[in-house]
């Protein structure tokens, strides 16, 4: 399936709610390392309403800022 953070074809499922339930999946990009979960708000697990500067589509892996930036933590 696509990663929702780099868009390629390259994600997978990897864990489901243990009960059967389907209450939730997790997914991981084997290309970019990102893991989310399926119940996570828009923001974070929808490709056009996640912040455009930590997408990482057409970007060159190799090249990245190290540590790379990640997103502000949720103010409540
Ligand atoms: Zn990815």
């Not at 997790?26 to 923001?43: D, L, Q």
Request: contains cysteine; negative net charge.
């Amino acid at each position: 399936m696509m990663c929702v953070r780099c868009c390629e074809d390259t994600a997978n499922q990897v864990a489901e709610a243990p009960d059967g339930s389907h209450a939730w999946v997790v997914y991981y990009c084997t290309r970019c390392n990102f893991s989310w979960r399926n119940t996570e708000e828009p923001e974070v697990i929808d490709p056009a309403k996640r912040d455009p500067y930590f997408q990482l589509k057409g970007v060159d892996l190799t090249n990245l800022m190290h540590p790379c930036p990640i997103p502000p933590l949720k103010q409540e």
